[in-house]
């Protein structure tokens, strides 16, 4: 790896009576920019090869290895030199910035799929026979301390060093007993026709009317009375706003898939700023879409994509003690978001759905054994409801680390359980339920800690009620009296969805 930096150093004024110190300074710093480097490895260091002092910049060039990294060096120099010219000409520093900042990776063979990854990255990439070269321009002294350039580079390092990700088939570990369906039509082609779901605007959301609302909570209070009581689950209320700032500690998420999310910009508490959005509106009764973007902040937060988000956050930086865990939390308070784009489908693939999440945090032992439980009392409602359903397990997208291989044998080690039901019209399988293992994942990223530094774990298990609700009415069908007496005791009488219009 090599680096070649372009700076500049701007300092409070002219540097003309400096120059002549200047040389014997930068030949103070030659040991500076030997600390730390591995013995055997001083060609990688960090070297000056040019400077000039032009009105109050000084501008420098860097060459370097790996060991210490030019920008990292440019640091050791500006606090060197603020320090000396200051207490010597009163001279202050006032800006650090790159002008430029070249890495070259030496690598050959680089796939094609490397290629195309690393072709979406945000900076300034070649691609050569021998390597890749990457570009950083205009870089503030913000984002030299904030480590830009070196977390791209591991970015860079990652992608050319993992093989393109293989499709891997579920590994289905359980299934329940095979069934006859006598019903197999599409369930969201009937609820339309019955009334159960409207079509409402927006793309991947519907109105789900009497019948469909009561029997998806029915399927709730079965889920709640057969898992959360006697698993000692408490409900609670989540917000489903979630600042940025929190969803950034959501391992996988802004950074791994911030295109399937709503992100929600609040408008200035100035009706002053709406006037001309007003106008037109009233004018031409038409939505002023470009206006009222001219007038919105930047997003500010995300409609909740994952539901457990503020469970983490109520413990974020703060010290727990194993003798008071497990905590064991529930919310079924709202919606859940994700934005699908093009891959929304009826009622299997919507843009808002609802779901009971399962939330909780301990011991490393009491998180393997609570998600156990979770994932058996889930199992065990499914068996009840007679449906046909395994299960699989699988790698969360933000437990990803290039793994194609999951090992089975120990159930710590499985991030994921899904349960999943088949849909007898298309005869494949539905997701309803998702149960994971985090370790200490989310604990580190939302600096969950305990009081003797032992080790915590959190998960999460999600039921997706409403694609419990699709998976029942796949296999039952719609008359209640071919559904199972547990589910019809909770429903009866069924209303029948109103139509106003014929």
């Known amino acids: 790896m090599k680096f070649e930096l372009r700076a500049k150093l701007t300092f409070s004024r002219e540097l003309e009576p400096v120059k002549a110190d200047m040389g014997v300074l930068f030949e103070r710093t030659k040991p500076l920019l030997m600390r730390g480097v591995p013995e055997g490895r001083e060609t990688e260091a960090a070297k000056v090869v040019k400077w000039q002092a032009t009105g109050k910049n000084l501008e420098i060039e860097l060459e370097s290895g790996r060991y210490v990294r030019a920008h990292d060096a440019l640091l050791r120099i500006a606090k060197f030199l603020g320090a000396e010219l200051g207490k010597k000409y009163k001279l202050g520093l006032r800006e650090i910035t790159a002008d430029e900042c070249k890495v070259f990776i030496s690598r050959t063979n680089i796939s094609d799929h490397a ?48 093989e393109p990700t293989k499709t891997v088939e579920p590994k289905v570990i359980r299934h329940g007993p095979k069934r006859k369906h006598k019903f197999k039509e599409d369930p969201f082609e009937v609820a339309k026709k019955l009334g159960w779901v409207v079509e409402f605007p927006g793309r991947g959301q519907w109105i789900y009317t009497e019948p469909y609302t009561k029997l998806l909570r029915a399927l709730e209070e079965i889920i709640i009375e057969r898992v959360a009581r006697p698993l000692g689950f408490e409900e609670v209320m989540f917000p489903k706003l979630i600042p940025l700032e929190v969803m950034q500690r959501m391992p996988g998420y802004l950074d791994g898939v911030p295109e399937g999310m709503y992100y929600v910009c609040p408008p200035p508490r100035d009706p ?115 449906l046909e359903w395994r299960l699989s397990v699988a790698t969360p997208f933000y437990m990803r680390e290039g793994e194609t291989e999951i090992d089975t044998s120990d159930s710590s080690r499985v991030a994921t359980y899904d349960l999943e039901v088949v849909l007898p019209y298309r005869g494949d399988w539905l997701e309803i339920g998702s149960y994971n293992l985090h370790k200490a994942k989310f604990a580190k990223s939302f600096k969950i800690k305990e009081v003797k530094d032992r080790e915590v774990w959190t998960g999460c298990c999600g039921f997706g009620t409403s694609r419990w609700v699709v998976g029942f009415l796949a296999q039952h069908g719609f008359n209640p009296l071919d559904w199972p007496e547990m589910v019809r005791k909770r429903v009866h009488p069924l209303p029948t969805a109103r139509r106003v219009v014929e």
């Open 272 to 386: 002053e700023a709406f006037s001309t959005f007003k106008q037109k509106l009233r004018l031409t009764k038409r939505l002023p879409l470009r206006e009222l973007g001219r007038v919105l902040k930047e997003p500010a937060y995300v409609l909740s994509p994952a539901q457990c988000e503020p469970f983490y956050e109520a413990f974020s930086s703060s010290r727990l003690r194993l003798e008071n865990l497990p905590v064991k939390q529930f919310d079924r308070s709202g919606w859940t978001y994700r934005w699908e784009g093009g891959g929304v489908e009826g009622l299997v693939r919507t843009q808002e759905f609802r779901r009971i999440e399962f939330v909780f945090v301990g011991a490393p032992k009491d998180a393997v054994e609570i998600r156990e439980k979770v994932v058996e009392k889930g199992m065990e409602i499914l068996e009840d409801l007679e």
């Open 115 to 162: 290629k195309a990854e690393l072709r979406r990255l945000p900076y300034e990439i070649k691609i050569k026979s021998d390597g890749v070269e990457i570009s950083f321009k205009n870089l503030a002294e913000s984002d030299l301390r904030g480590r830009i350039i070196d977390r791209f580079l591991t970015m860079v390092e990652e992608i050319l060093a993992r």
